[in-house]
């Protein structure tokens, strides 16, 4: 057999299952980064709407403490407009940060694996501690989608807060 045939000897066969661990591993690393990530943006997203929520509070407090200040009707629909988007974005980007019900290793299988179990060959016991990764990484990618999507909603409502705010400004502008 040359070197670029695959063999079937025990030593390579020992390989292919360290590998996939080592990816599968990985993966589940990945995903709990992914979801620090998605949860970071999503308190960002809810900070930043709130500092413009209450800059556009300032911005009402200050012009209509001006005497001679009148809001043009113009630019009150989209003022509205944009406080009420600036709210919903900062409730989903904080809903990105809800508990949510990830995987993990069950009690129970880790008790039996340290009583009947401690004694399976390395490659059975690999087997059943990727079945649970692999478990964990389902779970953990199909809660971080759902973030992710929250997180989404959140970013581009927050963008159509300020093209809203902007028009109101505009029109306070312009008057």
Avoid at 88 to 114: C, D, H, K, W
Wanted: hydrophobic share 50%.
């Amino acid at each position: 057999m040359n070197d670029a045939t695959a063999k079937d000897e025990p030593d390579d066969l020992e390989v292919g299952y360290k590998v996939y661990a080592a990816y599968l591993e990985h993966l589940v690393v990945d995903q709990e980064s992914r979801k620090k990530s998605l949860e970071e943006r999503g308190l960002s997203v809810l900070t930043t709407s709130a500092a413009l929520v209450s800059l556009l509070f300032g911005l009402v407090a200050v012009v209509t403490g001006v005497d001679d200040f009148t809001l043009p009707n113009a630019a009150r629909p989209p003022l509205a407009i944009a406080m009420v988007l600036f709210v919903v974005a900062a409730v989903l980007g904080l809903i990105t940060n809800f508990p949510r019900n990830y995987s993990n290793a069950q009690a129970e299988g880790l008790t039996t694996m340290f009583g009947e179990r401690w004694e399976d060959s390395e490659p059975i016991a690999q087997r059943r501690v990727s079945v649970t990764q692999q478990q964990v990484y389902a779970k953990a990618r199909g809660v971080n989608g759902d973030k992710a999507k929250c997180l989404f909603a959140a970013m581009f409502i927050e963008v159509v807060a300020v093209v809203f705010l902007t028009i109101s400004v505009a029109v306070i502008l312009a008057d």
